[in-house]
């Protein structure tokens, strides 16, 4: 059966957006990197945060500029700045950010276009369900604590994040290396925060002597935990995660029209490249497919939003 989903198109919405609007705006960056793949400079220096975003919300300069008090000299050279480390570039002749930015009117728009996908990847998941339980039976995790006690990690993070998205980089997007920003390779992004977790509720992955995963991690300040993985279990939770990637690879293929169709209707098709849009708008996919799973009893969410592991 074919889905019709209807399309807003984002430049409708930004009209809305105001200068004013978006410095009352709570941005914070998220990067997709790994190494000594990071930033070389404060992103929140002489407004820059706020300028991506109203650039991005189709606010004129000379707005921004206005805002911050700022001659044409210091304009000049912030932009100068940003365009050298691959933030800035012109579109048909006018200033758009190279990085993902999205404010609450783009995080709900993006979890609402990402339904068909998420759903499609529940279905892929209650398929395999038997068969990861079987494996992970064979865990001293297991034996330990239970399916239950590690369903949110594995659902989420072992079948569809940390142990997935390099291969849906480059396997589904065809890529070997992230964006070049000042000799570093990354994905960047400026997103709102809302509440008191993170931008948009997104799960994310935090690797340290202690690991966290989750959507409230600035809370997490734990030295030790019960939840320990031995490198035998890794061995089999690396086989949960590789025999299921077909089955997700499949999803993404099979709504790849989709995709592109959501990257042009919604304008980030006039700022970024389609990766650098697809691999955040995954891990709204991915979130929502996570939430899906709890409302089916099929994962169980920690209270505080955070599973801790080493």
Sequence with gaps: MLMVVTLVTQSILAQETTIEDVFKMKMTHSLISRGDNYPNFKSNLNGVRYLL??????????????????SDEKMDSIIDALIKRNYL????????????????????????????????????????????????????????????????????????????????????????????????YYYNSLQQLQGKVEPFGIYGNQVGNVSVYGNNRDIVNVTETDN?????????????????????????EKNRKYAEKVYKKTGYSNEITFNEFFIWWYHFIYTQSTNMMADKNLLKLPKDGNFAYR
């Design 53 to 70: 975003t109203a650039l991005h919300k189709n606010i004129p300069i000379t707005d921004f500029q206005q805002k911050m008090k700022f």
């Design 89 to 184: 570039h012109k579109i048909n002749g006018v200033y758009k950010p190279t990085l993902f930015i999205a404010d609450s009117t783009d995080g709900a728009m993006l979890y609402k276009y990402a339904k068909p996908i998420s759903k499609e990847i529940v279905k892929q998941v209650e398929k395999s369900i038997s068969s990861i339980k079987k494996d992970f039976s064979e865990t001293s995790m297991y034996q330990k604590q239970g399916f239950e006690h590690w369903s949110f990690f594995l659902l989420s993070n072992v079948l569809l994040d940390n142990w997935q998205i390099n291969s849906v980089e480059e396997h589904f997007l065809k890529v070997k290396e992230r964006p070049l920003r000042h000799g570093k």
């Design 228 to 252: 320990v993985i031995l490198e035998n279990d890794y061995q089999i939770i690396n086989k949960i995660a590789s025999d299921f990637l077909p089955n997700l690879l499949k999803v993404l």
